[in-house]
């Protein structure tokens, strides 16, 4: 099974966010990059499979040369290879993104394509079912179990309520979603492996964007509480403030 | 004639309470932006489901139902949507941001060549130009997005806009087939119903959280299970205690876990780590009760005790209790 998986380089989750002059993107001045915790579940994913089916793990990101750390790291996870699209300066929304990796996906030939749910600094949740509805394959977000059998996907989700199973021909596009493994952490023998596996360069489909961030803000802060007392002696005051000034109860 | 297309969830035939919120923000965008609303409900159920849209003001509406959209499919949902999309040439498509709209707004981006703002919390229209807000970082920044594409495509984060019922309007409903599914499409085989009626933590007005402070996934239960009761809230949890295996995946609130942004969230035993709070930080009133007062989680709080759990807690409970019984 040829099994693909994008990842993407993100602010690390302790991340104190601060908007550069622009006023557009955040200052990344000091911010530590990590994968996205979301991917990690997919390149596990991708591993296990090819663990129980034969075959191979490749990785694309479509990022800055920087992205290549994190690609490494998943070469020491154990990705058997890996493919660097590389991205200029120009902010690429959602979709654009998702144009651009669909193109290298494609010409990667997978049976099965994970993504992470989102990406923890947009936050959209998108491009894995954008690549792929551009793509033509099937696919199901916030995957929390998944079986692949010959040719089908049995892949189960979380929906408001329920848990929702579905059966997905493939090659398809299955999104990864906490619960569904425990990502390894790269060993020294797939360090050393790593070091000699080859990032492949790649050059970005054209694409544009159809939409523009036109101003990043800072929430407004929350005005500093108050402690109504201590141990259970404090339970009626806090009642009453719940009640009578917060109308919460 | 062009339009702005509110899509109503459903569920055999009754809309979902975020359809109400979706619905009425886009009647109040079409005044501004002068276009006519129609609401959109498909799926089993849908025209029943259309017809409930005149308690918020709907006059119009579609229904797609069909063979190809039993069992669910998103590839099936996602092309009949935006064919119709397509035909209405709407400007502007609004859903809630919730399980169904995760399944389907990326694949409408990608069908109809505009990318979406998913999660949004404020839209606004300048004519037919429309910016939605968003919250991004995990709620640490919110960004504004300007839609370059007809349509803009965008999903609301529910419990954010209001729900404006409107007495009197009756919907003439349209009841159309859905256009072919594509090739290769999943299908739905099997649904489980989780927590036997408990509340959904996404839709939850009332959240009790628990975290390591509660020692052990038996007193989590003992102590914080009842008080969550006696509340009619959701049990919701930190990812401490998920990944020690206390409690399910499901109930962790957090950047890695679930967003929310209830009325009245309760962080018990919880010590507020920036990740906890990404997911929490909008709920309206935030109460604390944790041992140690300089615990990071006081300060994101509107309320806190200082206080152990197992004498705080139960002592909670039964002064809830009194309260909920008209004491
Ligand atoms: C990539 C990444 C993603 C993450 N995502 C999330 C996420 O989505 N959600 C999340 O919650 N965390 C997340 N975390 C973990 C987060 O950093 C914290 O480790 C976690 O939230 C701590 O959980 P806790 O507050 O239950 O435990 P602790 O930090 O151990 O706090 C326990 C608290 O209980 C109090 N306490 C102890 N005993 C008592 C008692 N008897 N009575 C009253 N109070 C008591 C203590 O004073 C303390 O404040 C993430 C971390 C990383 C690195
Ligand atoms: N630039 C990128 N390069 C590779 N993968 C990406 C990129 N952006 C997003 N992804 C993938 O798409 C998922 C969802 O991202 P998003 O839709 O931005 O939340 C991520 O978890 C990644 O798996």
Redesign the pocket.
């Known amino acids: 099974m040829k099994v693909t998986v ?3 380089r993100v602010p690390s989750t302790t991340t104190r966010i601060k908007v550069a002059a622009d006023g557009k993107s955040i200052d990344e001045t000091g911010v530590e990059y990590v994968l ?1 915790p ?2 990690e579940f ?1 390149v596990e994913e991708g591993l296990r499979q090819v663990e129980k089916a034969g075959g191979e793990v490749t990785v ?4 800055p040369e920087a992205v290549t750390k994190e690609l490494r790291n998943t070469l020491a996870m154990g990705a058997h290879a890996a493919i660097h699209v590389a991205a200029d300066a120009t902010p690429r929304d ?1 979709l654009a ?1 998702a144009k651009v ?1 669909a193109a290298a996906i494609a010409a990667t030939a997978p049976d099965l394509v994970l ?5 923890i600094d ?7 079912l954008m690549v792929a509805t551009l793509l033509g394959y099937a696919a199901l977000p916030d995957v929390v179990k998944l079986e692949v059998t010959g040719a089908t996907a049995k892949a189960s989700r979380e929906v408001e309520g329920a848990i929702e199973t579905s059966e997905l021909p493939l090659p398809c596009v299955i ?1 990864t979603h906490k619960g569904l493994n425990e990502p390894r952490l790269p060993n020294m023998k797939g360090i050393m492996a790593a070091k000699k596996k080859t990032i492949a360069p790649a050059t970005a489909a054209p694409a544009a964007s159809t939409s523009s961030v036109t101003a990043l803000e800072l929430p407004p802060e929350r005005a500093a509480g108050k402690i109504v007392g201590e141990g259970a002696a404090a339970v009626p005051a806090l009642l009453k403030a719940l009640r009578d000034e917060a109308h919460a109860l | 004639m062009s339009c702005i297309i509110a899509i109503a969830e459903q569920s055999d035939g009754k809309l979902k309470k975020v359809a109400g919120e979706v619905a009425s923000e886009a009647l109040r965008l079409g005044k501004s932006a002068n276009l006519p609303v129609v609401g959109l409900a498909i799926g089993p159920g849908a025209a029943a489901a259309a017809a409930q849209l005149g308690a918020f003001g709907v006059a119009n509406a579609i229904a797609l139902e069909g063979a190809t959209l039993a069992p669910y499919s998103g590839e099936a949902y996602a092309a009949a949507l935006a064919a119709v999309v397509k035909a209405r040439g709407a400007k502007l498509v609004l859903l809630g941001a919730t399980s169904f709209a995760r399944d389907l707004l990326g694949r409408l981006g990608a069908l109809l060549d505009s990318s979406p703002a998913a999660d949004c919390v404020a839209i606004s229209a300048n004519g037919a130009a429309f910016t939605a807000r968003r919250p991004v970082y995990a709620g640490k920044a919110l960004q504004s997005v300007a839609f370059a594409a007809s349509p803009a495509l965008a999903s609301l984060r529910p419990n954010v806009f209001a729900a404006t019922p409107s007495a009197g309007t009756t919907t003439s409903v349209e009841t159309l087939a859905p256009a072919a599914p594509p090739a290769k499409c999943g299908r739905l085989v099997e649904r489980v119903a989780t927590g036997g009626g408990r509340i959904e933590l996404t839709e939850a007005e009332c959240i009790v959280a628990g975290g390591r402070g509660l020692k052990t996934p038996e007193t989590f239960a003992k102590l914080l299970e009842p008080l969550a009761a006696a509340l009619g809230a959701a049990v919701g949890a930190s990812r401490a205690v998920v990944d020690a295996g206390w409690r399910p995946h499901g109930e962790q609130v957090g950047q890695t876990g679930k967003t929310v942004a209830p009325k009245l969230y309760f962080a018990v035993g919880i010590s507020g780590a920036i990740q906890h709070l990404a997911g929490m930080r909008t709920s309206k009133t935030i109460v604390a009760i944790n041992k140690d007062k300089e615990a990071p989680i006081f300060k994101v709080a509107d309320y806190g005790i200082v206080g152990d759990v197992e004498e705080v807690l139960p002592a909670l409970t039964e002064a809830v209790k009194k309260l909920k019984s008209g004491g």
């Open positions: 994008c990842v993407k996205n979301y991917d997919a694309v990101a479509f990022g959602a993104t990796l993504f992470g749910r989102q990406a947009g936050d959209q949740g998108q491009v894995g999104t």
